[in-house]
């Protein structure tokens, strides 16, 4: 079974918001991962992280790998509607071995 | 450049036969990786295979295996399938098995089993 949990599971979010998900591990990974999946299609990697500490941008998203290599953290700033689906964490000891998280649902307030 | 390419997209099957999913990386990439998507227990990763060498296998009972051809293209195998196997079969290629963020993934087989 998955040994990252994922927070939270699920989100309303509505346009023009911050949007912050978070991964913490029982164990240490060298490099983590955040991917977006849609409906219908794998999942797509927005963010790779590799050294303890390291905060990376894509855009409006931001990554930071944790100090203690067991956490990580996802920002969506200024969320647009298309920013909807599903955002997992992963983490990998063995090149493309990876462990996921249980994933971050993302959806738009009614 | 075409994504990575797995076939059939939908299958349905019944307890206790087998299936054969196939896998065609992107052109250039020579490591595949396989996952399996469930809502049960997210994503777990199944096999990687490079140079037609098994590089890694996760923690799944031997009724699943895989093999990886000299152009790289992959199969995954499941015999004597269970109910439980229903799942989205995921496949991913790479240029090498160290370079995760050269990863992509397909869009998925789906796995129905009755």
């Known amino acids: 079974g998955q040994q990252l949990n994922q927070s939270p599971q699920s989100m309303f979010i509505q346009e023009g918001e911050d949007v912050s998900m978070n991964c913490t591990s029982s164990?240490?990974?060298?490099?983590w991962l955040w991917y977006k999946q849609d409906p219908g299609e794998g999942p797509v990697l927005l963010i790779a992280?590799?050294?303890?500490?390291e905060l990376t941008s894509n855009g409006r998203l931001t990554a930071q790998f944790g100090i203690t290599r067991k956490d990580s953290f996802l920002n969506i700033s200024a969320s647009i509607p298309s920013d909807v689906g599903i955002y997992f964490c992963?983490?990998?000891?063995?090149?493309?071995?990876?462990?996921f998280g249980g994933g971050t649902r993302l959806m738009v307030k009614p | 450049k075409a994504g990575v390419t797995q076939t059939p997209r939908y299958l349905i099957k019944t307890r206790g036969q087998q299936v054969t999913l196939s896998c065609s990386p992107i052109?250039?990439?020579?490591?595949v990786s396989w996952y399996q998507q469930t809502p049960g227990q997210g994503l777990q990763f199944l096999f990687e295979?490079?140079?037609?060498?098994?590089?890694n296998k996760g923690n799944f009972p031997g009724r699943f295996s895989g093999r990886q051809f000299s152009n790289s293209r992959s199969e995954m195998n499941v015999s004597t399938l269970e109910l439980g196997d229903s799942a989205l079969y995921l496949c991913?290629?790479?240029?090498?098995?160290?370079?995760?963020?050269?990863?992509?993934f397909g869009p998925g087989t789906r796995l129905t089993v009755l």
């Open positions: 991913a290629s790479s240029l090498f098995p160290e370079s995760t963020d050269t990863q992509y």
């Open positions: 164990s240490i990974f060298n490099t």
């Open positions: 992280l590799y050294k303890a500490g």
């Open positions: 992963a983490g990998s000891n063995a090149g493309n071995m990876l462990t």
């Open positions: 052109s250039g990439h020579r490591s």
């Open positions: 295979y490079f140079s037609e060498t098994q590089r």
